[in-house]
C-alpha cells in the first residue's frame, strides 16, 4: 500500500527507500529452516510494488531455494504440504520475475 502512495518526488523517494530496506532482507534465504508461507508473502510484497529494483532479489531467492533439499523447508501457517507450498511458491516467484521484468524504473 505504501508503494502506491502519491507525494513529492523526494516524500516518494524517501519511502522507497524504507520500503526497500525493510523488504529486501526477507527475500534472503534465512539461516536454518525456511518458512514457505512467509516467504511466499514476501515474493508476492516485492510484485506488488511494481519496483524492477527487486528483480535480482527474487532471481537470487530463486535460485537459492532451488538449491534446498526438501527437509530444508517448514511449511508452517499453511495447510499445504511441503510440496505443495514448494510449488505455490515457486509460481509467485515466477509471476514476480516477469511482472518485475516488465516494470518501469520507479527511480
Known amino acids: 500500500a505504501l508503494s502506491g502512495k502519491r ?3 523526494s516524500d516518494q523517494e524517501s519511502r522507497r527507500a524504507r520500503i526497500r530496506a525493510a523488504l529486501v532482507p526477507y527475500l534472503q ?24 529494483y ?6 537470487e ?17 499453511s495447510d499445504l504440504s511441503v510440496e505443495e507450498r ?3 511458491l515457486y509460481i509467485h516467484l515466477d509471476e514476480a520475475t516477469a511482472k518485475l521484468r516488465d516494470a518501469k524504473p520507479l527511480d
Open 61 to 77: 531467492l530463486e535460485v537459492a531455494l532451488r538449491q534446498l533439499g526438501e527437509d530444508q523447508f517448514d511449511p508452517t501457517g
Open 54 to 59: 527487486y528483480l535480482p532479489h527474487v532471481t
Open 29 to 52: 534465504l534465512p539461516a536454518g529452516e525456511v518458512n514457505l508461507w512467509n516467504m511466499e508473502r514476501a515474493v508476492a510484497l516485492a510484485k506488488d510494488t511494481r519496483d524492477p
Open 86 to 88: 514448494r510449488v505455490a
Open 7 to 9: 507525494g513529492t518526488a
